[in-house]
């Protein structure tokens, strides 16, 4: 399926890849590739003490909010494959969420000591954030039936914006 999609024959998968698993690998490390510069950006924020704590807070989780509305094939991809069992569950923890965790930990520390972030665990907060932004298509269904007038579109950006008001004290929240 995934050959007749791309329009190639299905040897060539096994010739490039070495069949389905490795295409799936693949897949993972080309997605590796397109958080770097997301990775970059999140350590960044880290490290600015020229912009305030409150603020760096806030654009991070606005900047993941973002990225997830902007790539819902990444998105989607990260909710599903995250939650398989090993070794593709771990595959994706270890290659995509553990980077992003490396570079957003040190600014999350910096909100949990300056007590912006009532949650004094920065892997639970971690989760919870990309958890939240990073599902926004299971949460629309509910949110449709809880509140019908909410707009739909660009759901992750007002989640984004609710986790703000929730986590970095951002009282502008959705």
């Not at 997830?68 to 398989?84: H, K, M, S, T, V």
């Amino acid at each position: 399926m995934i050959a007749s999609r791309a329009r190639a024959t299905p040897n060539l998968v096994t010739v490039h890849f070495g069949g389905k698993d490795g295409l799936w690998l693949a897949c993972v490390d080309l997605l590796a590739k397109t958080l770097a510069l997301r990775i970059d950006a999140l350590a960044a924020l880290a490290d600015d003490s020229k912009t305030p704590l409150r603020e760096r807070l806030q654009l991070a989780i606005a900047m993941t909010a973002a990225y997830y509305d902007q790539n819902p094939d990444l998105r989607g991809f990260i909710a599903r494959a995250a939650l398989e069992p090993a070794p593709r569950g771990d595959i994706v923890a270890e290659r995509l969420l553990k980077p992003l965790y490396d570079a957003a930990r040190p600014l999350i520390e910096q909100g949990i000591a300056a007590g912006m972030i009532p949650i004094a665990d920065p892997a639970l907060v971690f989760v919870l954030l990309n958890s939240a932004l990073g599902q926004p298509d299971r949460i629309a269904p509910v949110l449709a039936i809880l509140a019908p007038d909410r707009p739909a579109e660009n759901l992750a950006v007002h989640i984004g914006k609710a986790l703000s008001g929730l986590l970095a004290g951002d009282n502008s929240g959705s």
